[in-house]
């Protein structure tokens, strides 16, 4: 089975600008997570999504948004970039079986430097 | 509302000797828990859960952890390092009764193995 896919692995943007990053998570799972890594703030949670709504959000302003599609594939956008938004973004799937313990499975990340 | 604390950011430990990584919860509700580990330039791999079921939990690559309710803590401990073993390890506390793709992770402990 493949794992979480994540797109694209690496991508400079300047300040202002925006950008989207993909996820494709395990086949058979519906709920996708997306986590900003900092050296400094660490892990943080930024939302969840289950059958393309939004079911939980971090404390990250509204520049940072996501969706989910009908084949549970997420991405997620952030606008009008700044310096601190360089980050590692995790996404996380998970299956929500009922009995299930619901641990995350993580894709490689994509690695955003805003210059 | 759930916190989670890794005491030491960087351990270090010889080839063949125990590693022991603490991490400490605070939650309001039975928890759930999880360490994952992270090598470089990667995402998370799940190491073990504690869903509950038993308080000694085994994972993957010989680490197991202990849930100890009266000193809110879930140690990841490994009787004999590998040089493989070097990574960053992440405690996390499952936010909420039932499972969910919010987790909020402790700030991380870097393993360095010696030979």
């Known amino acids: 089975k493949a794992g979480v896919t994540q797109t694209p692995r690496y991508l400079i943007k300047t300040r202002g600008q925006q950008v989207t990053l993909s996820c494709s998570p395990i086949?058979?799972?519906?709920?996708v997570s997306w986590y900003q890594q900092t050296p400094g703030q660490g892990l943080q949670f930024l939302f969840e999504?289950?059958?393309?709504?939004?079911?939980n959000k971090g404390n990250f302003p509204g520049r940072f948004s996501g969706r989910q599609f009908s084949n549970s594939r997420s991405e997620m956008n952030v606008s009008t970039l700044e310096l601190g938004d360089s980050a590692l973004y995790l996404c996380?799937?998970?299956?929500?079986?009922?009995?299930?313990?619901?641990?995350?499975?993580f894709g490689e990340g994509s690695r955003l430097t805003v210059l | 509302a759930q916190s989670v604390t890794q005491l030491g950011s960087h351990v270090s430990v010889s080839e063949g000797a125990l590693v022991l990584l603490r991490c400490n919860y605070s939650?309001?509700?039975?928890?759930?828990l999880f360490w994952y580990v992270q090598y470089p330039n990667q995402g998370l791999q799940l190491l073990l859960k504690?869903?509950?079921?038993?308080?000694l939990v085994k994972g993957i690559n010989g680490f197991e952890a202990e849930f100890k309710k009266s000193e809110t803590s879930f140690h990841l401990t490994k009787p004999s390092a590998h040089m493989s073993d070097a990574a960053e390890y992440f405690c996390?506390?499952?936010?909420?009764?039932?499972?969910?793709?919010?987790?909020?992770f402790g700030q991380g402990t870097t393993l360095q193995v010696k030979p």
């Open positions: 939650s309001s509700v039975p928890p759930y």
């Open positions: 996390a506390v499952s936010v909420g009764l039932s499972n969910t793709g919010k987790l909020i």
């Open positions: 996380a799937s998970r299956s929500r079986d009922r009995g299930n313990t619901g641990e995350l499975f």
């Open positions: 504690y869903t509950s079921a038993a308080t």
């Open positions: 999504y289950f059958s393309e709504t939004q079911r």
């Open positions: 086949s058979g799972h519906r709920s």
